[in-house]
């Protein structure tokens, strides 16, 4: 049984930093596609970053230099640095796994979620 649960949201100012992390359980990363999605109010889930079983990594064009995602496999942990945060971050975020090997950028190629954790930057 797959579980996802996220923490680490908060407020920030602009240009401030955060880091948002996922447990992981029931998920075998070499296999899987791990990924963080954002929903702001109004707007379509849209994927943000993803890290596939090679560790190969995709970002949403604009958060490139700005985000990392990363996974601990010893913790069973997915991370989302973000750096240099803009007002229009702010969103819900969602850790996401995939049975699929490689990161789609579709939510519905998503099999498993976690309730969220919010991010707020304030300008």
């Known amino acids: 049984q797959v579980q996802l649960v996220e923490s680490g949201g908060g407020s920030v100012q602009a240009g401030g930093s955060l880091r948002v992390s996922c447990a992981a359980s029931?998920?075998?990363?070499?296999?899987?596609?791990m990924a963080w999605f954002r929903q702001a109010p109004g707007k379509e889930r849209e994927v943000v970053a993803g890290?596939?079983?090679?560790?190969?990594?995709v970002y949403k064009d604009s958060v490139k230099g700005r985000f990392t995602i990363s996974q601990d496999n010893g913790k069973n942990t997915l991370y989302l640095q973000m750096n240099s945060l803009k007002p229009e971050d702010t969103a819900m975020y969602y850790c996401?796994?995939?049975?699929?090997?490689?990161?789609?950028?579709?939510?519905?190629?998503?099999?498993?979620w976690g309730q969220g954790t919010q991010v707020t930057v304030s300008s």
């Open positions: 996401a796994a995939s049975r699929r090997s490689f990161c789609g950028l579709g939510a519905y190629e998503y099999n498993y």
């Open positions: 029931g998920v075998s990363y070499s296999r899987y596609c």
């Open positions: 890290i596939d079983g090679d560790a190969n990594t």
